[in-house]
């Protein structure tokens, strides 16, 4: 665990480092840390050094002041390195993509597997036709149907109505009555 580097801490260091029975290698660790230049000072240091510098100062305290720890980390705080992601392997990163393009390729057949293949325009052109032949075929039955019972209603009117309005709506009803009928059996037999 580390620690933010202090101005307070680089106090301690230097009072530290001025002590002449100091174990050599806690007097080579402080020599980075009594730099004046702020540049030159490290971003944190071990908390075990920051206890060794607590320990020296309260061994070597000669007047009543004591030094608590809270007092030497205060304006401190715990040192969090910022993530640094791992470099990816190429090996595992092409593996990855290939997986990538095999799933991507699974859900696109997945999505189409129910869609039929278009059938050729020969084919679809025929039965197209075919189709429309027999609606027009329908359409002009119907027609020719009406028209003839409309004919008939009309002409066999001639002796019974010598008026020529009774004998058109003599026609209309025969013609609406037959267009019913039709409509009926082309509607059940069609559809």
């Known amino acids: 665990m580390e620690v933010l580097f202090t101005e307070r801490l680089h106090r301690a260091a230097i009072e530290v480092s001025k002590i002449s029975d100091l174990p050599h290698d806690l007097k080579t660790r402080l020599n980075n840390l009594i730099e004046e230049d702020k540049s030159q000072w490290p971003k944190a240091i071990p908390f075990q050094l920051v ?9 070597n305290n000669d007047s009543d002041d004591q030094v608590y720890m809270y007092q030497l980390l205060k304006g401190s705080d715990l040192y969090r390195q910022g993530y640094q992601p791992p470099k990816r392997n190429p090996e595992l990163a092409a593996r990855i993509e ?5 799933q991507a390729d699974r859900e696109y057949q997945h999505m189409v597997k129910d869609i039929v293949a278009k059938r050729s325009v020969k084919e679809s052109l025929g039965k197209d036709l ?5 609606q027009l075929s329908s359409i002009f039955n119907f027609i020719f149907t009406v028209a003839a019972a409309f004919a008939f209603g009309f002409f066999a009117s001639q002796h019974a109505f010598p008026n020529i309005a009774y004998r058109v709506l003599f026609g209309l009803f025969v013609a609406l009555i037959v267009a019913a009928a039709d409509l009926y059996f082309m509607a059940r037999i069609e559809i």
Not at 51 to 59: A, D, E, R, T
Not at 98 to 102: I, P
Not at 130 to 134: D, F, G, M, P, V
């Open 51 to 59: 206890q060794l510098i607590h320990k020296q100062l309260v061994s």
């Open 98 to 102: 290939k997986l990538k393009a095999q």
């Open 130 to 134: 075919r189709s429309t032949r027999r």
